[in-house]
């Protein structure tokens, strides 16, 4: 049951395609204090919080402060409060069950047990907003709901599900060209390789360094022979240049977010001053995504959309006080006091409060300062992508993601987790961003596998894409300046094959999982408690997720570690295939196990009476056959079925076939006739 509270009058998000009528009666549990624009409530000692997507800390989220407020944040540690998206939803289970999203595109805070342990207050900027309280008898039933409430996830195309190789500073065709090279050579299974800024003209979106790349769309169809897309990335900010087609247009036209005044707004970011597509505003948005079609016409399949927080450096504002407090300090002796001051001044400018105070977007004629709406804007500027793919390419799907989101743009593109680091630490974080991501909508997610900033060790790396091999988006990225991350720099080659491998061996049940999580909006990754709500190692279990029907997932996230412990909460059967070829398959009775896990091993469990299917794998995507696929099994006395979707992988539709696979007494798993 879905009920909508409306506070005060919101500014519209498109967020909920079709709103249920609003009741009149209070929020059940909640105190509400509109002069403090607060919503409270009162949490049992057993009460647990899952939820708010992209954000630090655990799968419980009880015991923090949390803020939805879109931010550029490479070097987040425990104590952050935010990361690049806002996500609203979350859900309370304890002595009650429900669901609550607050349907608002400005800052919200999440006090979860922070200031009082057994108080949830929940705080919003200004009282303008929907809020949707969702109860149902269990957590997944609560989130099915919320996701038929906000519309279908989108679908990539299947080749997205391969592996890909990124790094910021591949910076000229040689460059790509190694990469693939080296893959295929070695025997590394390969379907894209990423553009970082660099192959753009001075930072300018939609236009292509002649040096570097003379001829873009022929590298597109030299490396698509070869079985690999190129993935451009696509910046927030346009470059403000005399001369550059889309800073004229959009000048002219008034598609440009503006400061107080009128005057366009003008912000740094790597292309120097910049100006901001006003994509709140449907016109724009139509024209923003128009011009990805100059990419689409040399061959290019797929985009990352970057800095759409919007991340922005600084402003002439901005700096000119940084000048004003620095030349008060010429001829003066600076106290310790002064100095640690000005180590600080230059930082904090990044993405002030202030900055974004002094935009203005303009919507049907009504100017709305940014502030209210700043979780929108990534999530706009992506919808206007994939809204003009709709007709650029009408039959087929595109690969779209983006760094910042809020929900809503789940329906058009997919999210990376923004950057990490080379950190054990940021590789379990990412982990238990699963669950919350696919509980706001976001299927189509991965990280930078081997962590972006800092540099990677070779079992980080290996550690890192043996969760990789789970996730939709399975990608290698990592940072300027950092140590080179691509598998083929380090010792272990035939480790890495292995993981990369195995990845396109589980691809049928991967695919499969991910269509049907789309398609019957359902979650792919889902914390142990939700599916074992009763037991209460479940509950605290944060290492461990269920992924799909069948399988639940364990990985090693500590260095030097040479297997890990597991808790089962039924009897599973665990799979350890190792790069020599042997693959081990014991049944674990419920409890707790040590598993060995060596550095190259990918082990995973499966649940009783399930099956998975596999495939032999292959070195992109389009060698892999979906069309005849083999099962791992663990029969335990029931009868095991197996629903499988598959389609061409391409398809807009994405109007495949389930075919119902059985296990049969004899060990065969045998299709049954449709
Ligand atoms: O300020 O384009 O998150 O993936 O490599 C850094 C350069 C800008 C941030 C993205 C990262 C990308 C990088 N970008």
Not at 103 to 132: A, C
Not at 368 to 376: A, C, K, P, Q, S
Not at 517 to 531: E, S, V, Y
Not at 582 to 611: A, K, M, N, Q, W
């Amino acid at each position: 049951m879905i009920q909508r509270y409306v506070y005060g009058s919101m500014i519209e998000t498109d967020t909920i395609p079709v709103k249920p009528e609003a009741g009149k009666e209070p929020l059940p549990g909640f105190t509400v204090d509109e002069k403090e624009h607060s919503f409270t409530y009162l949490l049992g000692k057993e009460d647990r919080i899952y939820g708010l997507g992209e954000n630090v800390r655990g799968i419980n989220k009880r015991g923090w402060i949390y803020q939805s407020w879109a931010s550029d944040n490479p070097d987040h540690l425990e104590d952050a409060v935010s990361l690049y998206a806002a996500h609203n939803f979350l859900v309370v289970d304890g002595e009650e069950r429900f669901g609550l999203f607050l349907d608002y595109g400005g800052k919200v805070t999440y006090d979860i047990g922070y200031t009082e342990m057994n108080r949830l207050t929940i705080r919003v900027n200004d009282f303008n907003l929907d809020v949707y309280r969702i109860s149902g008898d269990s957590v997944l039933s609560i989130v099915h709901q919320f996701r038929e409430m906000i519309g279908r996830s989108y679908i990539p195309p299947r080749w997205a599900f391969g592996f890909g190789q990124s790094r910021w500073g591949y910076v000229c065709e040689a460059d790509v060209r190694q990469v693939v090279r080296k893959h295929r050579e070695l025997g590394l299974p390969l379907d894209s390789v990423y553009l970082d800024i660099d192959y753009m003209d001075s930072y300018k979106d939609f236009t292509v360094n002649q040096e570097r790349f003379p001829d873009l769309a022929g590298l597109a169809s030299e490396m698509a022979g070869q079985g690999v897309h190129l993935v451009p990335i696509i910046d927030a900010a346009i470059k403000k240049e005399e001369g550059y087609p889309v800073s004229d247009e959009g000048i002219r036209k008034g598609y440009f977010c503006t400061d107080k005044d009128g005057k366009p707004f003008e912000g740094a970011v790597w292309p120097g001053i910049s100006l901001f597509p006003d994509v709140l505003n449907p016109e724009v948005r139509k024209w923003f995504g128009s011009l990805y079609k100059v990419l689409l016409d040399m061959g290019i399949e797929g985009f990352w959309n970057d800095m759409n927080e919007p991340s922005i450096f600084y402003t002439e504002a901005s700096l000119e006080a940084i000048r004003t407090r620095l030349m008060d300090t010429v001829g003066a002796t600076p106290d310790v006091n002064t100095f640690f001051e000005l180590t600080g001044i230059i930082r904090e400018v990044f993405q002030k409060d202030e900055i974004y105070d002094s935009i203005y977007h303009h919507v049907n004629g009504k100017a709305i300062r940014h502030t209210d709406v700043h979780n929108l804007y990534g999530y706009n500027m992506t919808r206007a992508a994939a809204e003009a793919f709709e007709t650029l390419a009408k039959d087929r799907r595109i690969l779209l993601f983006s760094r910042s989101s809020c929900i809503g743009m789940h329906r058009f593109g997919g999210t990376w987790m923004g950057d990490n680091k080379s950190w054990w630490s940021h590789l379990a974080l990412n982990f238990r961003m699963l669950p919350s991501l696919n509980m706001c909508g976001f299927l189509y997610t991965g990280a930078d596998l081997g962590g972006f900033g800092s540099d990677v060790t070779e079992d980080l790396l290996m550690r890192w894409l043996e969760l990789g091999i789970f996730t939709p988006l399975m990608r290698n990225h990592s940072a300027l300046g950092t140590r080179e991350q691509e598998a083929y720099r380090f010792s272990d080659l035939d480790g890495f094959r292995h993981v990369l491998r195995m990845r396109y061996v589980l691809l049928p049940y991967l695919y499969s999982e991910y269509m049907k999580a789309a398609l019957d909006n359902k979650m792919l990754f889902r914390p142990l408690a939700f599916d074992y709500p009763e037991d209460h190692r479940a509950q605290e279990t944060e290492d461990q997720l269920m992924l799909g029907d069948s399988l639940m997932i364990a990985p090693v996230m500590q260095q030097n570690a040479r297997g890990r412990m597991v808790y089962l909460p039924e009897s599973m059967k665990l799979f350890r295939f190792s790069k020599d070829g042997r693959v081990l398959e014991t049944v674990l009775g419920p409890g707790d196990h040590y598993v060995e896990c060596e550095l190259s091993d990918v082990i995973f469990f499966l649940r009783p009476d399930h099956l998975i299917p596999v495939s032999f794998g292959g070195s992109c995507v389009a060698e892999v056959d979906f069309d005849h696929v083999h099962f791992l099994t663990y029969p335990a006395g029931n009868e095991a079925c197996y629903e499988y979707y598959t389609d061409d992988g391409i398809s807009r539709q994405a109007a495949g076939m389930r075919i119902l696979y059985r296990m049969g007494e004899d060990g065969e798993v045998k299709a049954l006739p449709q």
